[in-house]
């Protein structure tokens, strides 16, 4: 009797050890091989009919048998998986299509293919690419953006920094980690856990990165003024250039879970200031800004509420789509951060 308790439970824990392997195999076979349809899902079918044969032979008692055949293949994928790497030498589509790079020059930064889309749809725009100098002592202000696309835990990460342009304004550049998707794919967040994407840098105009997901995506933007002093502000700005120079030198993948427009900037902020605490909030991207609020790292003495609703940009950024001055246009409203706060 004790025995058989035992067989069986062997044979159980087998068969669940297969069979999440297998969904992890479909996925990553459906995701990797480099055939057009049907093949990849026939290359998961086969597989699933693979685990089911090994399940069946566990149970009629040849366990040994099914532990090694099914074993044998599975190394035999994960060498395979092991071996794809990313690359920078893709049919890139258009905004992804160059990479970020610049040159430090005592105070002075220059940047080069800075996008600056003209967005009339998603299908319809003017390619622009250009190249902009900042002063680093120039820097005032780092804001945060985030752009919702799928409910209120999932939100897309941008970082504007402002930089004073020498006539009483403020000339905006926003930096957003994005997947680098070739021409005619789209983004899945499955996909995302299964090698499908690789990462880029993107420094861009706010009338192009903002309003593209506002007027063009119909997606939800909320911008909120982060308390920084100003040495840190600057480390941050040098940052993404350092991490556009290493994906440019040594792509990397894209990951849902580990390595996004969220969890990249928080090591990059990790790296200067050190001691932030891990929060699910850093996955759940969505709930970013109560996280920054709690570290007190947002408008010193407004609450979240107020903060969020007079930072919601999405109907400003609409209504200011023509309008030359569309940074400022939509900040109307937003409460401005204590200077002191920033010392």
Request: glycine share 6%; hydrophobic share 45%; aromatic share 10%.
């Given at each position: ?7 069986t439970l062997?044979?159980t824990l ?11 195999a479909v996925l990553?076979?459906y995701?990797q091989?480099p055939?057009t349809a ?7 079918g086969l597989?699933v009919?693979?685990g ?5 032979l ?5 366990a040994?048998?099914a532990?090694?055949?099914?074993g044998?293949?599975?190394v035999?994928?994960l ?7 990313p690359s920078?030498?893709?049919p890139?589509a258009?905004d992804v ?6 040159q ?5 930064v220059?940047l080069?293919?800075v996008?600056n889309?003209?967005?009339?749809s ?5 390619v622009?690419?250009e190249t902009?100098?900042y002063?680093?002592?120039q820097l ?5 953006a985030v752009s919702y696309?799928?409910?209120?835990a999932?939100?897309?990460?941008l970082?504007?920094f402002?930089?004073?342009?020498g006539?009483g304004?403020?000339?905006q ?5 994005e ?6 794919e789209?983004f899945?967040?499955i996909?995302g856990?299964?090698?499908k994407y690789?990462l ?6 706010e009338r192009?990165v ?5 007027n ?8 909120y003024?982060v ?14 250039l350092?991490?556009?120079?290493a994906?440019?030198k040594?792509p990397?993948f894209?990951n ?6 969220t969890?990249?900037?928080?090591n990059?902020?990790?790296?200067i200031?050190?001691?932030?605490p891990?929060?699910?909030?850093l996955?759940a991207s969505?709930y970013?800004p109560e ?10 003495g407004?609450?979240?509420?107020t903060l969020?609703a007079a930072?919601r940009?999405t109907?400003r950024?609409k209504?200011?789509?023509s309008?030359?001055?569309f940074?400022q246009a939509i ?12 010392q």
């Amino acid at each position: 009797m004790t025995r058989h308790i035992i067989q069986t439970l062997g044979c159980t824990l087998l068969t669940l050890a297969v069979l999440l392997s297998c969904v992890w195999a479909v996925l990553a076979l459906y995701y990797q091989v480099p055939l057009t349809a049907p093949w990849p899902m026939v290359a998961g079918g086969l597989w699933v009919l693979l685990g089911l044969a090994c399940i069946a032979l566990a149970w009629r008692g040849e366990a040994t048998r099914a532990v090694l055949s099914y074993g044998v293949a599975l190394v035999m994928l994960l060498g395979w998986w092991v071996r794809i790497a990313p690359s920078n030498d893709r049919p890139w589509a258009d905004d992804v299509a160059q990479q970020l790079s610049g040159q430090v020059e005592g105070n002075t930064v220059t940047l080069h293919n800075v996008r600056n889309f003209d967005w009339r749809s998603d299908t319809d725009y003017s390619v622009r690419w250009e190249t902009r100098r900042y002063k680093l002592d120039q820097l005032r202000s780092v804001d945060m953006a985030v752009s919702y696309w799928m409910g209120p835990a999932i939100g897309h990460t941008l970082v504007s920094f402002g930089f004073d342009d020498g006539q009483g304004g403020i000339d905006q550049v926003v930096f957003s980690i994005e997947i680098r998707k070739e021409r005619d794919e789209q983004f899945s967040a499955i996909a995302g856990f299964f090698k499908k994407y690789e990462l880029s840098v993107i420094a861009a105009d706010e009338r192009d990165v903002l309003r593209v997901r506002t007027n063009v995506r119909d997606e939800d933007v909320y911008l909120y003024r982060v308390a920084m002093p100003p040495a840190t502000m600057r480390a941050l700005f040098l940052s993404y250039l350092d991490e556009a120079h290493a994906m440019a030198k040594t792509p990397s993948f894209y990951n849902t879970l580990t390595a996004n427009c969220t969890t990249i900037v928080f090591n990059m902020a990790q790296h200067i200031v050190g001691g932030l605490p891990l929060d699910y909030r850093l996955l759940a991207s969505g709930y970013l800004p109560e996280y920054l609020f709690d570290m007190g790292a947002l408008t010193p003495g407004v609450d979240l509420a107020t903060l969020r609703a007079a930072g919601r940009i999405t109907d400003r950024a609409k209504a200011a789509t023509s309008d030359p001055q569309f940074s400022q246009a939509i900040r109307h409203g937003i409460p401005s951060l204590d200077p002191a706060a920033k010392q």
